[in-house]
Protein backbone atom coordinates (compact mmCIF):
# COMPACT_ATOMS: atom_id res chain seq x y z
CA UNK A 1 0.00 0.00 0.00
CA UNK A 2 1.38 3.04 -1.26
CA UNK A 3 2.44 5.73 1.74
CA UNK A 4 2.45 2.60 4.42
CA UNK A 5 -1.79 3.28 5.00
CA UNK A 6 -3.88 0.84 6.75
CA UNK A 7 -6.67 -1.28 5.44
CA UNK A 8 -9.82 -0.28 5.96
CA UNK A 9 -12.50 -3.29 7.59
CA UNK A 10 -14.22 -4.48 4.25
CA UNK A 11 -11.03 -4.89 2.33
CA UNK A 12 -10.09 -1.31 0.77
CA UNK A 13 -7.10 0.47 1.81
CA UNK A 14 -7.38 3.88 3.31
CA UNK A 15 -4.70 6.57 2.89
CA UNK A 16 -4.62 10.22 4.13
CA UNK A 17 -7.88 12.30 3.35
CA UNK A 18 -5.67 15.46 2.84
CA UNK A 19 -7.12 16.98 5.83
CA UNK A 20 -5.29 18.57 8.45
CA UNK A 21 -5.49 20.95 11.63
CA UNK A 22 -8.02 23.35 11.28
CA UNK A 23 -9.34 26.19 13.59
CA UNK A 24 -13.11 23.86 13.91
CA UNK A 25 -11.81 21.05 14.87
CA UNK A 26 -9.57 22.38 17.69
CA UNK A 27 -12.44 24.12 18.66
CA UNK A 28 -14.82 21.23 18.44
CA UNK A 29 -12.50 18.86 20.16
CA UNK A 30 -11.68 21.96 23.10
CA UNK A 31 -15.40 22.12 23.38
CA UNK A 32 -16.10 18.13 23.60
CA UNK A 33 -12.50 18.06 25.96
CA UNK A 34 -14.25 19.87 28.58
CA UNK A 35 -16.00 16.80 29.42
CA UNK A 36 -13.46 16.36 31.86
CA UNK A 37 -13.72 19.32 33.88
CA UNK A 38 -16.74 17.57 35.70
CA UNK A 39 -14.79 14.82 36.44
CA UNK A 40 -11.36 16.38 37.22
CA UNK A 41 -13.21 18.92 39.62
CA UNK A 42 -15.06 16.32 41.49
CA UNK A 43 -11.61 14.67 42.43
CA UNK A 44 -10.04 17.38 43.91
CA UNK A 45 -12.66 18.70 45.68
CA UNK A 46 -13.69 15.80 47.24
CA UNK A 47 -10.53 15.13 49.20
CA UNK A 48 -10.34 18.93 49.79
CA UNK A 49 -13.92 18.81 51.55
CA UNK A 50 -13.40 15.92 53.48
CA UNK A 51 -10.31 17.77 55.33
CA UNK A 52 -12.15 20.90 56.38
CA UNK A 53 -13.20 20.96 59.73
CA UNK A 54 -16.68 22.80 59.05
CA UNK A 55 -17.71 19.99 56.96
CA UNK A 56 -16.52 17.38 59.25
CA UNK A 57 -18.49 19.23 62.01
CA UNK A 58 -21.63 19.32 60.38
CA UNK A 59 -21.93 16.01 58.93
CA UNK A 60 -19.15 13.61 60.42
CA UNK A 61 -17.98 14.73 63.93
CA UNK A 62 -16.47 11.75 64.75
CA UNK A 63 -13.67 12.23 62.35
CA UNK A 64 -12.93 15.33 64.71
CA UNK A 65 -13.05 13.73 67.87
CA UNK A 66 -10.62 11.36 66.85
CA UNK A 67 -8.32 13.55 64.98
CA UNK A 68 -8.35 16.00 68.98
CA UNK A 69 -7.75 12.57 70.62
CA UNK A 70 -3.96 12.81 72.67
CA UNK A 71 -3.28 9.52 71.31
CA UNK A 72 -4.04 8.80 67.48
CA UNK A 73 -3.17 6.30 65.27
CA UNK A 74 -2.42 8.78 62.28
CA UNK A 75 -2.90 6.31 59.59
CA UNK A 76 -6.41 5.55 61.17
CA UNK A 77 -7.89 9.35 61.56
CA UNK A 78 -9.90 9.62 58.50
CA UNK A 79 -10.98 6.15 58.74
CA UNK A 80 -14.65 6.32 58.47
CA UNK A 81 -17.38 4.51 56.66
CA UNK A 82 -19.68 7.32 56.04
CA UNK A 83 -17.32 9.61 55.40
CA UNK A 84 -15.60 7.36 52.50
CA UNK A 85 -19.51 6.28 51.23
CA UNK A 86 -19.90 10.58 50.86
CA UNK A 87 -17.15 10.00 48.23
CA UNK A 88 -17.85 6.35 46.56
CA UNK A 89 -21.49 6.97 46.22
CA UNK A 90 -20.78 8.70 43.19
CA UNK A 91 -19.09 6.17 41.52
CA UNK A 92 -21.65 3.79 42.08
CA UNK A 93 -24.18 6.03 39.74
CA UNK A 94 -21.40 6.77 37.50
CA UNK A 95 -21.44 3.17 36.36
CA UNK A 96 -24.66 2.40 36.16
CA UNK A 97 -24.58 5.73 33.78
CA UNK A 98 -22.13 4.64 31.71
CA UNK A 99 -23.41 1.08 30.71
CA UNK A 100 -26.87 2.86 30.16
CA UNK A 101 -25.15 5.59 27.99
CA UNK A 102 -23.99 3.24 25.27
CA UNK A 103 -27.45 2.21 24.30
CA UNK A 104 -28.73 5.77 24.81
CA UNK A 105 -25.66 7.26 22.36
CA UNK A 106 -26.49 5.05 19.64
CA UNK A 107 -30.19 6.36 19.79
CA UNK A 108 -29.71 10.39 20.38
CA UNK A 109 -25.81 10.73 19.42
CA UNK A 110 -22.56 11.46 21.85
CA UNK A 111 -23.34 15.29 21.61
CA UNK A 112 -26.88 14.59 23.48
CA UNK A 113 -25.41 12.41 25.72
CA UNK A 114 -23.04 14.83 26.79
CA UNK A 115 -25.39 17.64 27.46
CA UNK A 116 -27.42 15.71 29.38
CA UNK A 117 -24.32 14.56 31.35
CA UNK A 118 -23.59 18.77 32.10
CA UNK A 119 -27.26 18.67 33.09
CA UNK A 120 -27.06 16.00 35.70
CA UNK A 121 -24.02 17.62 37.00
CA UNK A 122 -25.22 20.84 37.76
CA UNK A 123 -28.48 19.55 39.60
CA UNK A 124 -25.82 17.10 41.68
CA UNK A 125 -23.88 20.50 42.54
CA UNK A 126 -26.82 22.47 43.50
CA UNK A 127 -28.03 19.74 45.92
CA UNK A 128 -24.62 19.28 47.67
CA UNK A 129 -24.29 22.74 47.75
CA UNK A 130 -28.03 23.23 49.76
CA UNK A 131 -27.36 19.66 51.71
CA UNK A 132 -28.55 19.48 55.05
CA UNK A 133 -27.96 16.14 55.96
CA UNK A 134 -25.95 13.09 55.08
CA UNK A 135 -29.04 11.70 53.01
CA UNK A 136 -28.83 15.07 50.90
CA UNK A 137 -25.09 14.94 50.15
CA UNK A 138 -25.86 10.94 48.96
CA UNK A 139 -28.71 11.79 46.32
CA UNK A 140 -26.50 14.90 45.64
CA UNK A 141 -23.06 12.84 44.59
CA UNK A 142 -25.70 10.23 42.94
CA UNK A 143 -26.39 13.13 40.70
CA UNK A 144 -22.78 13.57 39.96
CA UNK A 145 -22.20 10.56 38.61
CA UNK A 146 -24.63 9.81 36.53
CA UNK A 147 -23.30 12.70 34.88
CA UNK A 148 -19.72 11.78 34.84
CA UNK A 149 -20.51 8.87 33.88
CA UNK A 150 -22.91 10.07 30.42
CA UNK A 151 -19.82 12.32 29.86
CA UNK A 152 -17.02 10.11 30.23
CA UNK A 153 -18.55 7.34 27.97
CA UNK A 154 -19.52 10.00 25.42
CA UNK A 155 -16.65 12.56 25.06
CA UNK A 156 -13.63 10.28 24.50
CA UNK A 157 -15.28 8.15 21.70
CA UNK A 158 -16.42 12.08 20.67
CA UNK A 159 -12.54 12.97 20.34
CA UNK A 160 -11.64 10.00 18.48
CA UNK A 161 -13.58 10.02 15.99
CA UNK A 162 -13.36 13.93 15.43
CA UNK A 163 -10.00 13.90 15.27
CA UNK A 164 -7.62 13.43 12.26
CA UNK A 165 -5.87 10.25 12.79
CA UNK A 166 -2.29 11.74 12.42
CA UNK A 167 -2.74 13.81 15.47
CA UNK A 168 -6.06 11.97 17.50
CA UNK A 169 -3.67 11.28 20.28
CA UNK A 170 -2.76 14.61 21.25
CA UNK A 171 -7.17 15.21 20.77
CA UNK A 172 -8.06 12.90 22.68
CA UNK A 173 -5.48 13.68 25.43
CA UNK A 174 -7.17 16.93 25.67
CA UNK A 175 -10.07 15.01 27.72
CA UNK A 176 -6.71 14.10 30.42
CA UNK A 177 -6.43 17.94 29.98
CA UNK A 178 -9.30 19.30 30.95
CA UNK A 179 -9.72 16.69 34.03
CA UNK A 180 -6.64 18.07 35.05
CA UNK A 181 -7.43 21.72 35.14
CA UNK A 182 -11.12 21.24 36.33
CA UNK A 183 -8.42 19.00 39.58
CA UNK A 184 -6.27 22.16 40.05
CA UNK A 185 -9.41 24.06 40.17
CA UNK A 186 -10.71 22.23 42.74
CA UNK A 187 -7.91 22.72 44.50
CA UNK A 188 -7.49 26.33 44.56
CA UNK A 189 -11.36 26.30 45.41
CA UNK A 190 -10.66 24.48 48.56
CA UNK A 191 -7.86 26.34 49.29
CA UNK A 192 -9.70 29.62 49.69
CA UNK A 193 -12.82 27.93 50.71
CA UNK A 194 -11.04 26.40 54.00
CA UNK A 195 -10.75 30.12 55.48
CA UNK A 196 -14.50 30.65 55.06
CA UNK A 197 -15.39 29.19 58.75
CA UNK A 198 -18.61 27.98 58.51
CA UNK A 199 -20.06 27.35 54.86
CA UNK A 200 -16.35 27.10 52.62
CA UNK A 201 -17.44 23.46 52.47
CA UNK A 202 -20.98 24.75 50.42
CA UNK A 203 -19.15 27.53 48.08
CA UNK A 204 -16.60 24.57 46.74
CA UNK A 205 -19.42 21.57 46.20
CA UNK A 206 -21.85 24.27 44.84
CA UNK A 207 -18.92 25.93 42.43
CA UNK A 208 -19.16 22.72 40.60
CA UNK A 209 -21.94 23.87 38.71
CA UNK A 210 -19.02 25.85 36.97
CA UNK A 211 -17.53 23.10 35.22
CA UNK A 212 -21.12 21.69 34.26
CA UNK A 213 -21.96 25.09 32.77
CA UNK A 214 -19.02 25.12 30.47
CA UNK A 215 -20.10 21.56 29.19
CA UNK A 216 -23.68 22.76 28.68
CA UNK A 217 -22.60 25.49 26.54
CA UNK A 218 -19.79 23.26 24.56
CA UNK A 219 -22.30 20.21 23.94
CA UNK A 220 -24.54 22.73 22.60
CA UNK A 221 -22.16 24.60 19.94
CA UNK A 222 -20.40 21.66 18.32
CA UNK A 223 -22.19 19.08 15.89
CA UNK A 224 -22.22 15.43 16.53
CA UNK A 225 -19.62 13.55 15.45
CA UNK A 226 -19.82 12.00 11.36
CA UNK A 227 -19.25 8.39 12.53
CA UNK A 228 -22.67 8.79 14.91
CA UNK A 229 -24.89 10.40 13.09
CA UNK A 230 -23.99 8.38 9.89
CA UNK A 231 -24.93 5.22 12.62
CA UNK A 232 -28.52 7.30 12.57
CA UNK A 233 -29.21 7.65 8.68
CA UNK A 234 -28.40 11.05 8.47
CA UNK A 235 -25.96 11.17 5.84
CA UNK A 236 -25.68 14.97 4.56
CA UNK A 237 -25.24 16.18 8.03
CA UNK A 238 -22.53 13.75 8.44
CA UNK A 239 -20.84 15.54 5.49
CA UNK A 240 -21.59 18.66 6.80
CA UNK A 241 -19.59 17.64 10.10
CA UNK A 242 -17.27 16.19 8.67
CA UNK A 243 -16.01 19.21 5.99
CA UNK A 244 -16.31 21.59 9.07
CA UNK A 245 -13.91 19.74 10.91
CA UNK A 246 -11.85 18.78 7.92
CA UNK A 247 -11.54 21.98 6.02
CA UNK A 248 -11.61 22.70 2.49
CA UNK A 249 -8.78 20.79 1.47
CA UNK A 250 -9.54 17.79 2.60
CA UNK A 251 -10.92 14.27 0.77
CA UNK A 252 -14.06 14.64 2.73
CA UNK A 253 -16.33 12.69 0.10
CA UNK A 254 -13.39 9.75 0.68
CA UNK A 255 -13.01 9.63 4.30
CA UNK A 256 -16.87 9.38 4.57
CA UNK A 257 -17.06 6.61 2.51
CA UNK A 258 -14.60 5.03 4.62
CA UNK A 259 -16.69 5.44 7.45
CA UNK A 260 -19.85 4.50 5.67
CA UNK A 261 -18.38 1.52 4.88
CA UNK A 262 -17.29 0.86 8.64
CA UNK A 263 -20.88 1.68 9.69
CA UNK A 264 -22.74 -0.33 7.15
CA UNK A 265 -20.45 -3.68 8.15
CA UNK A 266 -22.10 -2.99 11.49
CA UNK A 267 -25.39 -2.72 10.64
CA UNK A 268 -25.72 -6.69 9.98
CA UNK A 269 -25.26 -6.99 13.97
CA UNK A 270 -26.73 -3.22 14.67
CA UNK A 271 -28.46 -5.56 18.13
CA UNK A 272 -26.82 -6.71 20.79
CA UNK A 273 -23.42 -4.92 21.04
CA UNK A 274 -22.91 -6.46 24.84
CA UNK A 275 -23.32 -10.08 23.37
CA UNK A 276 -21.12 -9.59 20.13
CA UNK A 277 -18.15 -7.84 22.20
CA UNK A 278 -18.12 -11.52 23.69
CA UNK A 279 -17.19 -13.26 20.80
CA UNK A 280 -14.02 -14.13 19.91
CA UNK A 281 -12.80 -11.94 17.25
CA UNK A 282 -13.08 -8.75 20.13
CA UNK A 283 -11.47 -10.60 22.60
CA UNK A 284 -8.71 -8.38 22.34
CA UNK A 285 -10.93 -5.65 22.89
CA UNK A 286 -12.84 -6.99 25.61
CA UNK A 287 -9.44 -7.20 27.88
CA UNK A 288 -8.44 -3.85 26.85
CA UNK A 289 -11.78 -2.53 28.15
CA UNK A 290 -11.45 -4.07 30.90
CA UNK A 291 -7.57 -4.01 31.93
CA UNK A 292 -6.74 -0.22 30.99
CA UNK A 293 -8.99 1.15 33.23
CA UNK A 294 -8.79 -1.79 36.05
CA UNK A 295 -4.87 -0.75 36.09
CA UNK A 296 -5.25 2.53 36.10
CA UNK A 297 -7.07 2.70 39.27
CA UNK A 298 -4.43 0.35 40.43
CA UNK A 299 -1.97 2.35 40.34
CA UNK A 300 -3.35 4.32 43.43
CA UNK A 301 -3.42 7.52 42.15
CA UNK A 302 -7.16 8.00 42.20
CA UNK A 303 -7.08 7.80 46.08
CA UNK A 304 -3.62 9.62 46.50
CA UNK A 305 -5.94 12.68 44.00
CA UNK A 306 -9.22 12.29 46.19
CA UNK A 307 -7.23 11.71 49.48
CA UNK A 308 -3.80 14.34 49.13
CA UNK A 309 -4.97 17.00 51.87
CA UNK A 310 -5.36 13.83 54.08
CA UNK A 311 -2.70 11.94 52.97
CA UNK A 312 0.11 14.97 53.72
CA UNK A 313 -1.93 15.51 57.02
CA UNK A 314 -0.77 11.74 57.88
CA UNK A 315 2.81 12.64 56.05
CA UNK A 316 2.57 15.62 58.85
CA UNK A 317 1.41 18.67 57.25
CA UNK A 318 -0.98 21.06 58.88
CA UNK A 319 -4.32 21.27 56.96
CA UNK A 320 -4.23 24.49 55.26
CA UNK A 321 -0.29 23.24 53.94
CA UNK A 322 -1.77 19.71 53.32
CA UNK A 323 -4.68 21.67 51.03
CA UNK A 324 -1.71 23.99 49.32
CA UNK A 325 0.18 20.81 48.84
CA UNK A 326 -3.11 19.30 46.66
CA UNK A 327 -2.53 22.29 44.70
CA UNK A 328 0.96 21.69 44.08
CA UNK A 329 0.08 18.13 43.28
CA UNK A 330 -2.46 19.27 40.43
CA UNK A 331 -0.34 21.50 38.77
CA UNK A 332 2.22 19.14 38.64
CA UNK A 333 -0.46 17.09 36.87
CA UNK A 334 -1.67 19.00 34.50
CA UNK A 335 1.93 20.03 33.23
CA UNK A 336 2.68 16.24 32.54
CA UNK A 337 -0.48 15.95 30.77
CA UNK A 338 0.94 19.24 28.62
CA UNK A 339 4.19 16.69 27.70
CA UNK A 340 1.86 13.70 26.64
CA UNK A 341 -0.18 15.92 24.14
CA UNK A 342 2.97 17.06 23.03
CA UNK A 343 4.95 13.44 22.54
CA UNK A 344 2.03 11.33 22.35
CA UNK A 345 1.79 11.42 18.61
CA UNK A 346 5.35 11.70 18.18
CA UNK A 347 6.62 8.59 19.97
CA UNK A 348 3.59 6.40 20.40
CA UNK A 349 1.31 5.03 23.26
CA UNK A 350 3.59 2.29 24.46
CA UNK A 351 7.13 4.35 25.56
CA UNK A 352 4.64 6.52 27.59
CA UNK A 353 3.50 3.75 29.38
CA UNK A 354 6.26 2.19 30.09
CA UNK A 355 8.40 4.50 31.31
CA UNK A 356 5.13 6.34 33.07
CA UNK A 357 5.04 2.66 35.17
CA UNK A 358 8.56 2.68 36.14
CA UNK A 359 8.87 6.35 37.39
CA UNK A 360 5.76 5.12 39.79
CA UNK A 361 7.00 1.60 40.94
CA UNK A 362 10.09 4.16 41.97
CA UNK A 363 8.08 6.96 43.52
CA UNK A 364 5.24 4.25 45.60
CA UNK A 365 8.52 2.15 46.93
CA UNK A 366 10.13 5.15 48.17
CA UNK A 367 7.09 7.08 49.92
CA UNK A 368 6.57 3.65 51.31
CA UNK A 369 10.12 3.52 52.61
CA UNK A 370 10.03 7.08 54.36
CA UNK A 371 6.28 6.52 56.19
CA UNK A 372 7.37 3.16 57.60
CA UNK A 373 10.67 4.92 59.24
CA UNK A 374 9.17 7.94 60.09
CA UNK A 375 5.46 7.15 61.23
CA UNK A 376 6.03 3.44 61.81
CA UNK A 377 3.06 0.71 62.25
CA UNK A 378 1.70 2.01 65.27
CA UNK A 379 1.41 5.15 63.25
CA UNK A 380 2.24 7.18 66.66
CA UNK A 381 5.23 8.58 65.77
CA UNK A 382 5.22 12.27 63.62
CA UNK A 383 7.59 12.65 61.17
CA UNK A 384 10.32 15.02 60.42
CA UNK A 385 9.66 18.30 58.44
CA UNK A 386 12.51 17.18 55.66
CA UNK A 387 10.88 13.99 55.30
CA UNK A 388 7.54 15.14 54.75
CA UNK A 389 8.78 17.30 52.21
CA UNK A 390 10.59 14.37 50.46
CA UNK A 391 6.80 12.57 50.42
CA UNK A 392 5.64 15.99 48.78
CA UNK A 393 8.30 15.92 46.37
CA UNK A 394 7.63 12.24 45.52
CA UNK A 395 3.95 12.17 45.27
CA UNK A 396 4.38 15.01 42.81
CA UNK A 397 6.98 12.94 40.53
CA UNK A 398 4.94 10.08 40.72
CA UNK A 399 1.54 12.51 39.72
CA UNK A 400 3.99 13.92 36.82
CA UNK A 401 4.73 10.11 35.87
CA UNK A 402 0.51 9.19 35.65
CA UNK A 403 0.06 12.41 33.92
CA UNK A 404 2.05 11.91 31.11
CA UNK A 405 0.98 7.91 30.94
CA UNK A 406 -2.19 6.18 31.98
CA UNK A 407 -3.63 9.30 32.84
CA UNK A 408 -4.42 10.55 29.35
CA UNK A 409 -3.76 7.42 27.70
CA UNK A 410 -6.84 5.70 29.60
CA UNK A 411 -9.14 7.49 27.66
CA UNK A 412 -6.67 7.76 24.61
CA UNK A 413 -6.61 3.55 24.18
CA UNK A 414 -10.42 2.80 24.64
CA UNK A 415 -11.71 5.71 22.53
CA UNK A 416 -9.45 4.58 19.67
CA UNK A 417 -9.65 0.65 19.66
CA UNK A 418 -13.38 -0.11 18.93
CA UNK A 419 -14.77 -1.10 15.89
CA UNK A 420 -17.52 0.96 15.32
CA UNK A 421 -20.56 -1.94 15.46
CA UNK A 422 -19.31 -2.15 19.26
CA UNK A 423 -17.35 1.53 20.35
CA UNK A 424 -20.03 2.55 21.97
CA UNK A 425 -20.75 -0.36 24.07
CA UNK A 426 -16.97 -0.54 24.67
CA UNK A 427 -16.60 2.75 25.66
CA UNK A 428 -19.46 2.31 28.08
CA UNK A 429 -17.50 -1.27 30.11
CA UNK A 430 -14.14 0.79 29.76
CA UNK A 431 -15.74 3.83 32.29
CA UNK A 432 -18.30 1.21 34.24
CA UNK A 433 -14.97 -0.63 34.81
CA UNK A 434 -13.09 2.59 35.63
CA UNK A 435 -15.76 4.13 38.13
CA UNK A 436 -16.53 0.37 39.11
CA UNK A 437 -12.85 0.43 40.54
CA UNK A 438 -13.39 3.61 41.60
CA UNK A 439 -15.98 2.83 44.10
CA UNK A 440 -14.22 0.14 45.42
CA UNK A 441 -10.63 1.96 46.02
CA UNK A 442 -11.92 5.46 47.36
CA UNK A 443 -14.32 3.22 49.80
CA UNK A 444 -11.74 1.05 50.74
CA UNK A 445 -8.56 2.88 50.94
CA UNK A 446 -8.87 4.97 54.12
CA UNK A 447 -9.30 1.37 55.75
CA UNK A 448 -6.51 0.03 53.72
CA UNK A 449 -4.53 2.87 55.01
CA UNK A 450 -5.48 2.24 58.91
CA UNK A 451 -4.54 -1.58 58.19
CA UNK A 452 -1.66 -2.00 55.85
CA UNK A 453 -0.16 1.30 57.02
CA UNK A 454 2.90 2.35 54.85
CA UNK A 455 2.56 -0.79 53.37
CA UNK A 456 -0.41 -0.06 51.30
CA UNK A 457 2.00 1.79 48.94
CA UNK A 458 3.90 -1.32 48.39
CA UNK A 459 0.51 -2.92 47.18
CA UNK A 460 0.10 -0.38 44.72
CA UNK A 461 3.73 -0.26 43.51
CA UNK A 462 3.34 -4.07 43.66
CA UNK A 463 0.35 -3.29 40.64
CA UNK A 464 2.18 -0.93 39.09
CA UNK A 465 5.05 -3.47 37.91
CA UNK A 466 2.42 -6.01 36.61
CA UNK A 467 0.37 -3.32 34.66
CA UNK A 468 3.67 -2.17 33.05
CA UNK A 469 4.89 -6.10 32.26
CA UNK A 470 1.02 -6.23 30.73
CA UNK A 471 1.54 -3.01 28.11
CA UNK A 472 4.99 -4.30 27.29
CA UNK A 473 3.65 -7.77 26.51
CA UNK A 474 -0.12 -7.21 25.22
CA UNK A 475 -0.63 -3.70 24.30
CA UNK A 476 0.34 -3.11 20.22
CA UNK A 477 1.17 0.67 19.01
CA UNK A 478 -1.96 2.42 17.55
CA UNK A 479 0.04 5.58 16.94
CA UNK A 480 -1.48 7.18 13.66
CA UNK A 481 -3.49 4.02 12.62
CA UNK A 482 -6.90 5.33 11.48
CA UNK A 483 -10.34 4.09 13.48
CA UNK A 484 -11.43 2.44 10.39
CA UNK A 485 -8.40 0.53 10.20
CA UNK A 486 -7.31 -0.39 13.99
CA UNK A 487 -8.18 -4.46 12.52
CA UNK A 488 -4.85 -4.84 11.29
CA UNK A 489 -2.96 -4.08 14.29
CA UNK A 490 -4.42 -6.50 16.14
CA UNK A 491 -4.08 -9.35 13.62
CA UNK A 492 -0.39 -8.52 13.20
CA UNK A 493 0.01 -8.58 17.24
CA UNK A 494 1.98 -12.22 17.61
CA UNK A 495 -0.85 -12.71 20.29
CA UNK A 496 -4.08 -11.03 19.95
CA UNK A 497 -3.79 -12.44 16.32
CA UNK A 498 -5.27 -15.89 17.04
CA UNK A 499 -8.30 -14.48 17.66
CA UNK A 500 -8.20 -11.82 15.25
CA UNK A 501 -8.54 -12.65 11.57
CA UNK A 502 -8.14 -9.48 8.68
CA UNK A 503 -10.66 -10.24 6.11
CA UNK A 504 -9.02 -11.78 2.70
CA UNK A 505 -9.15 -8.80 0.85
CA UNK A 506 -7.10 -6.93 3.24
CA UNK A 507 -4.15 -9.58 3.84
CA UNK A 508 -1.80 -8.48 0.49
CA UNK A 509 -2.55 -4.06 1.69
CA UNK A 510 -1.23 -5.99 5.05
CA UNK A 511 2.32 -7.34 3.74
CA UNK A 512 2.62 -4.40 2.10
CA UNK A 513 1.87 -2.18 5.19
CA UNK A 514 5.04 -4.39 7.07
CA UNK A 515 7.23 -4.39 3.97
CA UNK A 516 7.11 -0.03 3.72
Avoid at 21 to 37: D, P
Avoid at 306 to 312: D, N
Avoid at 380 to 395: D, F, I, N, P, Q
Avoid at 475 to 487: N, Q
Wanted: hydrophobic letters at 55%.
Amino acid sequence: MAGGGFPVAGGAPQGDYGGGITFSVVVTCLMAASGGLIFGYDIGISGGVTAMESFLEAFFPGVLRRMAAARRDEYCVYDSHALTAFTSSLYLAGLAASLAAGRVTRAVGRQAVMLAGGALFFAGATVNAAAVNIAMLIVGRMLLGFGIGFTNQAAPVYLAETAPAKWRGAFTTGFQLFLGIGNLAANLTNYGAARIPRWGWRLSLGLAAAPASVILVGALLIPDTPSSLLVRGRVEQARAALRRVRGAKADVDAELEDVARAVEAARANEEGAYRRILWRQHRPHLVMAVAVPLLQQLTGVIVIAFFSPVLFQTAGFGSNASLMGAVILGSVNLGSTLVSIATVDRYGRRILFLTGGLVMIVCQVAVAWIMGSQIGRDGESTMARRYSVAVLALTCVFSAAFGWSWGPLTWVIPGEIFPVEIRSAGQGISVAVNLGATFVLTQTFLAMLCSFKYATFLYYAAWVAVMTAFVWAFLPETKGVPLEAMGAVWARHWYWRRFVQPPPAAKDAMAEVLVN
